[in-house]
């Protein structure tokens, strides 16, 4: 094509000194190289693949597993598929980072503003959080709170005792586990039919301060309805709960729900790390409001806490919420760091001992890889949206 | 009115005295206390409290790091001292930290990289060094291959072939950030002018592979390089165990410094591109002298802060069997002559500080780099 191209230049026809023509030249060829590097690559995989024996179908999918994963959410024994392995994995990512986005944003928050705060002391404590935390590998602050702090516990006999049945070993931390017995229903029915009067009435009390400019104390009933329907249904129905307390046998506690050391290593390294990028996200999000919209706030007589509250924080959160969101995707995607300490992830179950047991690399990486866009995908559309809430309404 | 003896003279030939400055303006230290830690109860009591815990929290740490260590003897001192950091530990591994099980003899072609590499990274960042230019040109093209023949070796220039399998330690983790930086740079800009092409399949290629990447931890990309790569390539050209990680760390950097230099495109006026093809001046040149010198400067910071995460990220490579810093740490703490109470602080504590300090230093040179493009752009 090129060769008609260089031996009839004219200006009328195509040309060499085109640049859209040059564009379709340039796309040709990308076009041709990545396709060949494709079909290269495909073609060497599929035969590499043949030739050690690994399979190339999902087919590994529906067979046993054969190894067991000691915290799930889910139904799991070894008489389960690698399927359901994968399953297992994709909550337990979800599980720990959503847990630790909650955990993140509350300690970052809480530093952002101290950070901001005029008192001295304070704000130097929170730039020293920030400072010291975000300059230290996540991995290394991982394997700190797990083998020198968690694993460094006393043994299940010589427990740490909490109040309230607690016990703190290096196994884990163990709480009493709660009974329900019948008529536990009733009070999680009430707590919905509290749930759907609080809704009702956040937008009555809404509607009626378009109308009449009057505020109706939205907070305190909505918290008196959550917290007093249930527990004064709860007492009528005769408190229908009892508490199982963990007991020491042999070398480890019976009884009870443990939270394992594997868990809160990575549920704080996480959060802890995370929190410190989050609290600069804050401070630049305040700083970047000016100071006139205070003065003015204030000027207008409202209250310091209005002023936060209805002026800087709404303004400011239009600033902190797209670098927010990445750091929400960055804590997500560091939760595969639970290879390390040996928390059942996505990453530690699924790319780590399916993939070695199975050796369909290809097939394994892909579903891996698939599962973390996904989870982008999904968390990034929701903070568009969210975003889109706050943004200026523009005349 | 007629007699001008009653007017003072307009001009004052004598200097006034000065004046005291206003009060408030140096404020003593009881003022200062006043206003800064006690201005409300509320700030009194947060003053009282955080006090109590960074005295406690400096306290834990001069202790442990300092008055309560052990500072010489053996493995018998550190084990019966439970309280303090065994620091003997620390300098009888310190050349295992450094590099790994390079043979002893070949040391010093480690030493000398390093040290060309800290000569070029200097000359390259300060400010008011002459021809940075040409020192960028040697760090990004004439350093690698440098460090290349001087790592491995070449048997015919009389230095034996060191395999890869020995390297390891902070060789390996400044190995991986200085291959990372000097693979990402070119290929983020690549990737970001790409990203802002006006050729559709240009731009949707790059896209694709900044998004993906950036969507992905980079655990599963060197789970990829170190599973997959094999598997892609012939047998004979299979890439060396540490070739894998590298390619895995230089594409993983490319996407993310791509969107820093991305921004930096995107920031400078429209003008200049409209200026410069008005003057004729082709694509590749624009870029090359006009657009590329201005969004790089402005981005520096950036780069930098992508340089920091890289740095941090490189500890991760022990999941592929790589013994880089992080690793010959883990490695050398649970060395049997040596289990005391307090080796594993004491490892982990060595290691944050040597993170802590490469890492901290570099967010201070962003930061005033940061300051001084804001001042550049007020003036």
């Known amino acids: 094509m090129s060769d008609v191209l260089l031996a009839a230049p004219s200006r009328r026809s195509l040309s060499l000194h085109d640049a859209k023509v040059r564009g379709i030249i340039y796309q040709l060829l990308l076009a041709v190289s990545l396709l060949a590097l494709a079909v290269g690559i495909a073609v060497q995989t599929a035969s590499n693949m043949r030739a050690r024996g690994i399979p190339l179908s999902f087919g590994f999918w529906n067979e046993a597993a054969g190894f067991d994963i000691n915290q799930t959410l889910i139904p799991y024994d070894t008489l389960s598929t690698y399927g359901q392995a994968f399953w297992v994995g994709v909550v337990n990512t979800l599980y720990v980072s959503l847990l630790g986005i909650v955990l993140a944003t509350v300690l970052g928050f809480v530093v952002g503003i101290a950070r901001l705060s005029p008192n001295w002391i304070v704000s130097k404590v929170a730039a020293s959080y920030v400072e010291i935390i975000r300059n230290i590998p996540l991995l290394l602050q991982l394997l700190f709170w797990y083998n020198a702090v968690l694993k460094a516990l006393p043994a299940p006999r010589a427990s740490i005792e909490l109040p309230g049945g607690i016990y703190l070993n290096n196994r884990g931390l163990i709480i009493p586990e709660i009974q329900l017995y019948e008529g536990a229903g009733t009070v999680e029915l009430a707590f919905l039919a509290a749930t759907i009067f609080c809704g009702a009435f956040w937008s009555y009390a809404r509607r009626a301060q378009n109308r009449t400019g009057k505020q109706l104390p939205v907070l305190w009933v909505i918290l008196a309805a959550l917290i007093g329907l249930p527990l004064i249904v709860f007492l009528l129905v005769g408190s229908p709960v009892s508490f199982v307390m963990p007991e020491l046998k042999g070398f480890n506690y019976r009884g009870g729900h443990q939270l394992y050391p594997e868990f809160a290593a990575l549920l704080i390294g996480l959060s802890v790390y995370t929190a410190s990028f989050i609290a600069e996200i804050v401070r630049s999000g305040i700083q970047a409001v000016p100071k006139g919209q205070t003065e003015a706030a204030h000027a207008l007589g409202l209250a310091p806490g209005k002023t936060l509250r209805l002026v800087i924080v709404p303004q400011a959160l239009r600033i902190i919420i797209p670098p927010l969101t990445s750091q929400y995707l960055n804590l997500t995607k560091n939760s595969s760091l639970a290879v390390f300490i040996g928390y059942p992830d996505l990453v530690q179950i699924f790319a780590g001992t399916v993939l070695n047991q199975t050796g369909a690399a290809v097939q394994v990486m892909a579903i891996t890889l698939s599962v973390y866009l996904a989870i982008s995908l999904v968390m990034s559309m929701a903070m568009n949206t969210f975003n889109q809430r706050f943004a200026i309404v523009e005349r | ?379």
């Open chain 2, 1 to 379: 009115m007629s007699d001008q003896s009653l007017h003072p003279p307009l001009v004052n030939s004598s200097l006034l005295p000065p004046m005291a400055p206003p009060c408030g303006i140096r404020p003593s230290p009881a003022t200062w206390i006043r206003k800064n830690l006690f201005s409300t109860p509320f700030s009194g009591v947060l003053t009282i409290c955080f006090t109590v815990l960074a005295a406690w929290l400096l306290h834990q740490f001069v202790s442990f790091a300092v008055l309560d260590a052990v500072w010489a003897g053996g493995q018998e001192e550190c084990r019966a001292n439970p309280d303090g950091a065994c620091w003997p530990f620390i300098v009888e591994k310190f050349d295992y930290l450094r590099y790994g099980a390079y043979p002893l003899s070949e040391r010093w072609r480690v030493d000398l990289t390093l040290a060309i590499g800290a000569v070029l990274i200097v000359w390259l960042l300060w400010k008011r060094a002459p021809r940075r230019n040409l020192a960028a040109l040697l760090f990004f093209i004439v350093y690698p291959v440098v460090a290349f023949v001087l790592l491995r070796g070449v048997a015919s220039l009389n230095l034996p072939v060191i395999d890869t399998v020995l390297w390891g330690g902070l060789l390996i983790t400044l190995l991986m950030s200085v291959v990372g930086i000097v693979f990402s740079l070119p290929i983020g800009v690549l990737l970001a002018l790409g990203r802002r092409s006006e050729l559709p399949l240009v731009r949707a290629v790059c896209v694709i592979f900044i998004e993906v990447v950036r969507g992905v931890p980079f655990i599963t990309v060197l789970f990829m390089a170190n599973f997959m790569m094999p598997l892609f390539v012939p047998d004979y050209l299979t890439p060396d165990r540490l070739l894998r990680p590298l390619i895995a760390i230089a594409l993983f950097s490319s996407a993310y410094m791509a969107e820093v230099v991305r921004a930096g495109l995107q920031a400078i006026p429209k003008g200049q591109y409209e200026a410069a093809k008005a003057l004729g001046v082709s694509y590749f040149t624009m870029m090359r002298l006009i657009i590329l010198p201005q969004a790089l400067t402005i981005v520096i910071p950036g780069i930098v802060s992508t340089f920091i995460g890289l740095f941090k990220d490189t500890t991760l490579v022990a999941i592929v069997g790589i013994a880089d810093f992080l690793r010959a740490v883990e490695t050398a703490r649970v060395d049997p002559n040596w289990a005391g109470p307090t080796i594993s602080s004491t490892g982990y504590l060595f290691a944050g500080l040597v993170y802590w300090i490469f890492c901290f230093g570099m967010s201070r040179y962003s930061q005033s780099m940061e300051r001084e493009l804001a001042r550049g752009h007020k003036s």
